[in-house]
């Protein structure tokens, strides 16, 4: 039997656990890829919009409060592709143990320690890629709030060059 902490594990437990575990980290990377995917959308939805602003206000003499909606937009823009940048930039994503490390390392033990040793890899790989995720999480949220305060002063801008 293994140990875990001082305490013997079953070699039943351990395998169960093992297979419950075992490819998380990849269940983790598609998460990531599918958030990378809708940072993508949300920002090429924010360009699109930012695009609209043109037909806000055909006349460059238009009012102060339309030009002041306008930079508002932009500014939310800007700020909507900063976070998409943060959110898409390169990040390190951990795996478990891969075939050329499980025989340099691991090559002289029992398959339960290989199992074990294998537990704890990915235990630490899934608690490092939940920061991640939970980060991606964070600017997928900004870049909502973000896209959707553009959204609404072009919106207003168009409408108060008509109306206004």
Partial sequence: MAESGGRQVRPE?????????????????????ALDAKMVQ???AAS????????SD?????STAVK????????????????SFIHLRLREFRRSLHADTL????WQRDVGEIQHALVADIAAAYDY??????EKGRTI??????????IVLVGASITWSRVG
């Fill in 13 to 33: 437990t351990l395998a169960f656990i093992f297979g419950l575990v075992r490819d998380a980290p990849e269940r983790q990377l598609h998460d990531l890829e």
């Fill in 141 to 150: 949220l900004a870049a909502l709030v973000l896209a959707g305060i553009e």
């Fill in 48 to 55: 699109i919009v930012i695009g609209l602003a043109g037909i």
């Fill in 42 to 44: 949300i920002f090429g």
């Fill in 58 to 62: 055909t006349n460059l003499d238009g």
């Fill in 103 to 106: 025989w340099n390392e691991l």
């Fill in 129 to 134: 890629n939940k920061q991640v995720l939970h």
């Fill in 68 to 83: 002041a909606l306008l930079v508002g937009a932009l500014i939310a823009y800007f700020a909507t592709a900063v976070v």
